[in-house]
């Protein structure tokens, strides 16, 4: 199991065959919760626009809803330090579930090589 | 005791230098070494120099390590003289997963660990200083109206924090202990050392 010109590695176990694609999916579902988590990082801006214009309609332009939270942002700095820490909140929630997904996925690979290997091992001990 | 785990230690001590194993025979420390591990040296050595060399008093404290483990650069496993080729080169690397995957995904976790953490406490101190600004009140007395409401809140703050730092940390170390047995289950990590962190 260690050349790594045998990337068509033939995995007969089923069992084997169902880890890995378990690590594939937790590799696919990082990936589209770290995207998850930008995408939602972007919309908590978005939701201090709506917020703004249900506490704050006398100053909100809804011609130009951003221009009014951009006022804001410079006039309050505590509300832009307050916006700025919920973005960092879902970026990191975001790097924490990338995180963990990928470690699952590659420990589940790690786990599959590390008993194919002994099971090789115990093979060719076997035949000797 | 079976002769299976004295061989295992002894395969162990096989690997150190002389004068590491004399280093640690004239030492005697029990606290850190069994008696066991001992009998194998006295062997070892032994067989290497023909005599068993004279003992130190025996030491029953444990010394503290101070050592940490020297920062490798991962763009190095091409480079034979870096403690990673071992485990990277191309004839020993394994077939389902990237070894420096591993190895950049544990560093990463524990960097995102301390950032999870620390973003929590420090959102909460935001929320807090926020709420007593929007209050227009004095600080003792909107303590005296939140501030057990405001304590339990950090201490669900602390706990959730704690937990995802935790668990972070956690899942960084059994990846690499993972990727540490699946070396090993070639016999890799046997000759190599441990995998640098």
């Not at chain 1, 332009?61 to 410079?74: C, I, V």
């Not at chain 1, 879902?90 to 008993?115: P, Q």
């Not at chain 2, 929320?127 to 600080?139: C, N, Q, R, T």
Request: proline share 5%; hydrophobic share 50%; glycine share 4%.
């Amino acid at each position: 199991m260690s050349t790594a010109e045998s990337i068509s590695v033939q995995i007969p176990e089923p069992k084997y065959r169902r880890l890995l694609r378990i690590s594939a999916l937790a590799n696919i579902a990082a990936w589209i919760a770290l995207v998850f988590f930008v995408v939602l990082a972007a919309f908590s801006i978005l939701r201090q626009v709506d917020i703004l214009e249900v506490t704050c309609p006398s100053i909100a332009n809804s011609n130009d809803p951003f221009a009014t939270l951009m006022q804001r942002l410079a006039r309050e700095p505590w509300f832009a330090i307050q916006v700025l820490f919920d973005c960092l909140q879902y970026a990191v929630d975001g790097m924490v579930s990338f995180g963990v997904l990928k470690g699952v996925g590659l420990g589940l690979d790690m786990i599959v090589e590390t008993d194919m290997n002994r099971r090789n091992s115990q093979t060719d001990g076997d035949h000797e | 005791m079976s002769d299976d785990f004295k061989r295992q230690i002894r395969d162990s001590f096989e690997q150190k230098e002389t004068e590491e194993l004399l280093a640690l025979w004239q030492a005697n420390n029990r606290a850190e070494w069994s008696a066991l591990s001992f009998e194998v040296i006295a062997e070892i050595l032994q067989d290497r120099l023909g005599e068993i060399p004279a003992q130190g008093e025996p030491c029953y404290e444990l010394t503290k390590i101070e050592e940490k483990e020297p920062e490798v650069d991962l763009r190095d496993e091409d480079d034979p003289a870096s403690p990673l080729y071992p485990f990277l080169c191309v004839e020993n690397a394994p077939v389902l997963y990237r070894p420096k995957d591993v190895l950049r995904l544990e560093r990463g976790l524990n960097c995102v660990a301390i950032a999870a953490a620390a973003l929590s406490l420090i959102q909460w101190v935001v929320l807090f200083v926020g709420a007593i600004i929007h209050s227009h009140m004095e600080l003792l007395p909107w303590l005296k109206m939140n501030g057990l409401s405001s304590l339990l809140g950090l201490g669900l703050v602390i706990v959730s924090a704690a937990i995802t730092f935790v668990t972070l940390r956690a899942l960084a170390v059994i990846l690499k202990m993972l990727m540490q047995m699946e070396f090993r289950s070639r016999g890799i990590g046997a000759r190599s050392g441990p995998i640098p962190s």
